[in-house]
């Protein structure tokens, strides 16, 4: 079976394609590399001993598209490729609703004249804004987005369930990720932030071996048990494999999209990943408090049961693992 995975050398494209790779798919990737290295597509093929067909281009282009469709005739799709730094969103709009709108339209088009029969999208937790209730759950208010980054997720959801009325063929699946966090257990893959990340544990990584002075932790006066935000962090594997299970095992039903939350169900606050990172990994962080950072709500973390029982889907990677396997990485990133 032929997938198609924009974005594939990506972070969490590129867990997913070696899941693909390691259950007898035929990933097909397309990346222009714009936030992620060539490199990685090495190293899939070096966890996997597996070769695959990748292809270096800008998915919304509509023509080269088109050409790679003709040519491979995938049997689904899993388009990852968007950009995701929220703080970056607030900046710079446009970029995100060009990259993360309009390329999302141009995919579409191209599979409304193919043979596809499941397109897998990276949704986002985003989309609940600041839940008034924990966890949330899929049919949780969604509420005003609070970046522009959130709004494309919002926009790309409405987006797809348009298309999926219009395409009673394609089964369409909305994955809502919560916090991606970690990287492969090898240490030749993981999160590449390109510049200073905006995320937690690339941010945590980069000090404990050096590259960043220290982290700050943005608000410890929030209400929540130790006063910093609570997130549900999920290993990237684990993301991986729902969308492996996503579009092979999804059987359409009344040409609604199906929309699920990928997360572990636990919440973790900022001072209990630090001290895990420091614990599993026996190694001290240096961290100071500072001001609360726009947008960010207390506490997010999911009611993933539907996952469960529409794909048997559930996580089995804990947050000490998570960190275990971002410390590994951020260690064979430095060796480079
Ligand atoms: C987590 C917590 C920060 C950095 C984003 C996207 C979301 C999803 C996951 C894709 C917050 C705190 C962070 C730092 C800190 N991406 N923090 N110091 O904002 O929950 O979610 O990534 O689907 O869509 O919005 O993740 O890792 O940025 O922050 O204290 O240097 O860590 O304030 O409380 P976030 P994050």
């Not at 889907?313 to 998570?322: G, I, P, R, T």
């Amino acid at each position: 079976m032929k997938i198609i995975v924009t974005g594939g050398a990506g972070f969490i494209g590129s867990h997913t394609v070696v899941d693909l790779l390691e259950n007898g798919y035929e990933p097909i990737v397309i990346d222009d590399f714009r936030n992620s290295k060539p490199f990685i597509i090495e190293r899939i093929k070096k966890i996997t001993n597996k070769d695959f067909v990748s292809y270096n281009f800008d998915c919304g282009d509509i023509k080269k598209l088109s050409s790679v469709f003709l040519k491979e005739k995938p049997d689904a799709i899993i388009h990852f490729a968007a950009d995701k730094a929220v703080n970056e969103s607030v900046s710079n709009p446009l970029k995100y609703y060009h990259n993360n709108i309009s390329t999302l339209v141009n995919v579409l088009s191209v599979v409304n004249k193919s043979k596809v029969k499941s397109f897998v999208f990276s949704s986002s937790c985003t989309v609940y804004g600041v839940p008034k209730k924990v966890p949330v759950s899929e049919f949780s208010p969604i509420q005003q987005a609070f970046s522009p980054y959130g709004f494309t997720k919002q926009i790309g959801e409405q987006i797809l369930s348009d298309f999926a009325k219009s395409n009673p063929g394609v089964s369409i699946s909305l994955l809502r990720y919560f916090n991606p966090i970690g990287a492969h257990p090898s240490g030749l893959i993981g999160e590449l932030p390109l510049g200073v990340p905006s995320n937690l544990v690339p941010f945590i990584t980069q000090t404990a071996i050096g590259i960043r002075e220290s982290l700050i932790v943005h608000g410890n006066d929030y209400d929540t048990t130790d006063g910093t935000c609570i997130r549900d962090y999920i290993h990237v594997l684990d993301l991986a494999r729902a969308h492996v299970l996503a579009f092979s095992n999804y059987l359409k039903k009344n040409n609604k999209p199906l929309i699920l939350n990928i997360g572990t169900g636990k919440g973790s606050s900022v001072l209990e990943v630090i001290e895990s990172f420091k614990k599993v990994n026996k190694t001290n962080l240096n961290y100071t408090f500072g001001p609360r950072r726009d947008g960010d709500a207390p506490c997010v973390y999911a009611n993933s049961s539907l996952a469960k029982k529409v794909l048997g889907w559930e996580h089995k990677f804990s947050l000490e693992d998570a960190l275990s396997h971002a410390w590994e990485w951020e260690k064979q990133l430095s060796i480079l």
